[in-house]
């Protein structure tokens, strides 16, 4: 309860302070992999993200956009006869800085900080790369960068496609990392 009146207050002073405000709802699709030492790279798991968003514009072209968003991510691994999915649900705070260089089209840059707030592991009865007993415990939080851009119509209809880039490591071992393709469709209310 603490946490969301602490949000919802974060959401109230930026709405107040901002010369022109839209508040929304968010959602999409996921592309979510995992990079491990920097190097290799995961197979991907496909899922999903919701949330709000409060955009706030300090200019004509510049807004600021605090998110709060649940997100599904994650990663598969395949061996040739079976696969491991490795599920982790965050709840992530993304601080959006957006230049809108013409009146629809935007780019966006900014700081994420995410909440593991459950994993699951799923093995394929033939998987066989390393002990599937073994249950993995990922880190409680998760930081990194995010950038992107899209289009915004005129009656606050968003369309866009966001990479988050993690430089929190998920386990101890590895440094594996989160990588995120994010592409989702936001209303204003």
Sequence with gaps: MKNFIITLIFFSTITVFAQNSNVGLKGGYNLAAVSFDGENETGQRHSFHIGFYAESFLNQSIALQPELIYSQQGYEIQDGNGTFTQKLNYLNLPLMLKAYPSSNLFLEAGPQIGLAISHKEEFDSNFNLFDTSQEFEPSSFDWGINFGGGL??????????????????????????????????????
Excluded: A, C, M
């Design 152 to 189: 915004k119509t005129n009656t606050g209809i968003s369309l866009g496609v966001r990479y988050h880039l993690g430089l929190g490591d998920i386990y101890d071992e590895g440094k594996p990392q989160n990588r995120v393709w994010h592409f989702y469709l936001g209303f204003d209310f």
